[in-house]
């Protein structure tokens, strides 16, 4: 059986408001990095649909097309607010004054989803430091700051909540047919720095958890196989599920983590690969 519709998705989230209290995100506020296209944007939709209120950061100036379709559906179906505001991670007072600013207009911030993250592929012989350091920047440093200006606004205004930060299956394992040392290396960096921030900011009330995903069809991938055609059937053979995962196939992990229904998990990592690390 494949993937739930979008449609389907959508019919659950309203029953799950309904029936099962402890998933809603009603009137909560919440930054999403990455969130104006792929994985973060699928995560924002589904924050929203949980009665959530979404400020999306990306490093493009213009979201892609669905977000603006999203943020209609924000204001005049969910009775939700969707703001994108173009941004540079790794630009830690940046990052702060954002935090800031959200604050000043909503009186509070219920947590985070990092989802921003940058991919190269080249062998450990030949790659180059500038590409190696713009990745760590981004998938790490661009994480941590991410994760500390939020913490930072929650801290001084006495609010517990979530933070979720997006690692990968590659942060646990080194994938077969995908030769990219310096990226997976970043996501288990993702891993560690999330139990350290669950140790540090527990005392506040504050949980930090990850999601490690298997390989998902968004358009980082995606241009790997332009680049790579052959990956596509090979990398769907490595789990038992045999095919590639779909960004909607990680909207309930979000909301999970986010809300209420996983109050005593901190500190963890939520790995949903198809079964991939099994064999």
């Known amino acids: 059986m494949g ?4 449609s389907s998705y ?3 989230a309203q029953s799950i408001r309904v029936l099962l209290p402890e998933f809603s995100l009603k009137d909560r506020v919440y930054v999403v990095t990455g ?11 589904a924050i929203l649909e949980a009665g959530g209120r979404v400020y999306a950061l990306d490093r493009l100036q213009q979201p892609r097309p669905d977000f603006e379709r999203i943020a ?3 204001k005049d179906e969910l009775g939700t607010h969707l703001e994108f505001i173009p941004s540079d991670v790794r630009d830690q007072d940046a990052m702060h004054a954002i935090a800031e600013d959200i604050v000043r207009k909503e009186k509070r911030i219920d947590g985070l989803i990092a989802a921003a993250g940058i991919q190269h592929t080249d062998t450990a012989l030949e790659y180059r430091k500038e590409d190696a350091d713009r990745l760590f920047e981004v998938n790490i440093t661009g994480v941590f700051m ?6 930072k606004q929650m801290v001084k205004l006495g609010t517990p909540g979530s933070l979720v930060l997006i690692a990968s299956m590659s942060g646990t394992i080194a994938n077969k047919g995908l030769i990219c040392a310096p990226y997976n290396a970043s996501k288990a960096g993702v891993v560690q720095l999330a139990r350290n921030l669950a140790v540090e900011w527990g005392q506040y009330g504050i949980r930090v958890n990850t999601i490690s995903p298997g390989y998902i069809l968004t358009d980082m991938v995606e241009a ?3 680049e790579h055609p052959e990956l596509r059937k090979e ?5 038992p599920l045999g095919r590639i995962s779909k960004a909607p196939e990680y909207r309930g992990a979000a909301v999970f983590l986010l809300s209420d229904a996983s109050s005593f998990m901190t500190g963890a990592d939520m790995i949903i690969d198809g079964g991939h690390r099994a064999w």
């Open 3 to 6: 993937p739930f519709s979008a």
């Open 35 to 45: 969130g104006a296209r792929g994985l973060g944007l699928t995560q924002v939709e």
């Open 224 to 226: 790997e196989f332009a």
């Open 235 to 239: 990398w769907a053979s490595h789990n």
């Open 146 to 151: 991410s994760a500390q200006a939020v913490a």
């Open 72 to 74: 209609a559906r924000a």
């Open 10 to 12: 959508r019919s659950i």
